[in-house]
């Protein structure tokens, strides 16, 4: 993922998600108030409920930044071998977010508030079929080429995905420099032996 | 894990654990007070207070009581047996917690503030380290045994600990039925494939 603080812009929306993701990676979800993103912005807090009434609504739009974010990170991988491109995909999720520790450390908070807020729990649901959908959709690719074994698809994703979130949780909560770097190595340990064709 | 709520207990500090645990599960971590732990227990607020400061102080000792718990589940386990063993070690992981939903969910909050709160850091830490040791310990018993292959039990430690944490959080923020099955499911496969060695 580009890191978004780095890009000039003009439209609101996304001057006010840019302004969110700085307070985010400086107050943490709990601390996070709308007028500390305005004062990231430059502007009042009236400026920012224009656009949302409430946190929820912004952050819940910010959810969506994220997703969008991700997406055309992912449209950068322009490569249709099956093979590069699944580890290609598991480079986005495993190595990218090293570098974006503070927002690991606030997505967190919020994936643990959507037992209790219907609209942070949709777009993680939303965010995880997206992203099996593509672990899917290139692992039916290497099945058809005969690269990969023919596995049930929808557990191999499922499976990809609960290494990535234990990696996520694990870089938050225990601190651990090597959490990603670990996950990054099992997945490619278990796509090796369960997914890659032996020649 | 046994069910905290079905036993017979006269200590008040674990009496006042198991009212932590019921207020836990109702209310959440965020919207827990001492006053709701209080009713659950049917006594005072001062009668907590008497043992414990402040929420935070009886959120630390509730963490070393849920580890405690653990720690007593897994002594149940019998066999010396290394694959019998790391198998049961599997399950007490990734099955038993099923039947504790509600605890997976006020476990997450909790988790999601480990970067805040140093006392529940280290707990987290502390936990991950004791069930990593054991976890390793039993790798190793199979590498000597012969049954296992020579691999890194470290890593493999690790790898397993990403599966489970990936677990124990998609069960919460996607509340997936499947999470923790999809989950032993590939633990079982890694272990198949990395660890058990061929005949």
């Excluded at 099996?132 to 074994?149: C, K, M, S």
């Excluded at 870089?171 to 997914?195: I, Q, S």
């Amino acid at each position: 993922m580009a890191d978004p603080r780095n890009e000039t812009v003009s439209d609101p929306n996304e001057e006010i998600m840019r302004a969110t993701y700085r307070a985010l990676r400086e107050y943490g979800y709990a601390d996070l108030t709308i007028k500390r993103i305005a004062d990231e912005y430059g502007k009042s807090t009236a400026a920012i409920h224009y656009h949302y009434d409430t946190k929820e609504d912004l952050l819940a739009a910010f959810l969506d930044f994220i997703l969008d974010r991700f997406k055309d990170a992912v449209h950068e991988v322009e490569t249709t071998d099956p093979e590069q491109r699944l580890e290609l995909l598991l480079d986005k999720l495993l190595v990218d977010p090293e570098d974006h520790h503070d927002l690991l450390v606030a997505v967190l908070e919020m994936r643990s508030q959507a037992p209790y807020k219907e609209r942070f729990s949709e777009r993680f649901r939303q965010n995880d079929e997206y992203v099996r959908y593509l672990l899917r959709t290139v692992i039916d690719h290497g099945i058809e080429d005969g690269v990969f074994n023919d596995v049930d698809t929808e557990h191999v994703a499922r499976a990809l995905m609960t290494i990535v979130d234990g990696a996520r949780t694990r870089a938050v909560v225990l601190d651990e420099d090597c959490a990603l770097a670990t996950a990054r190595r099992t997945a490619e340990e278990y796509v090796t032996a369960r997914v890659v064709a032996d020649d």
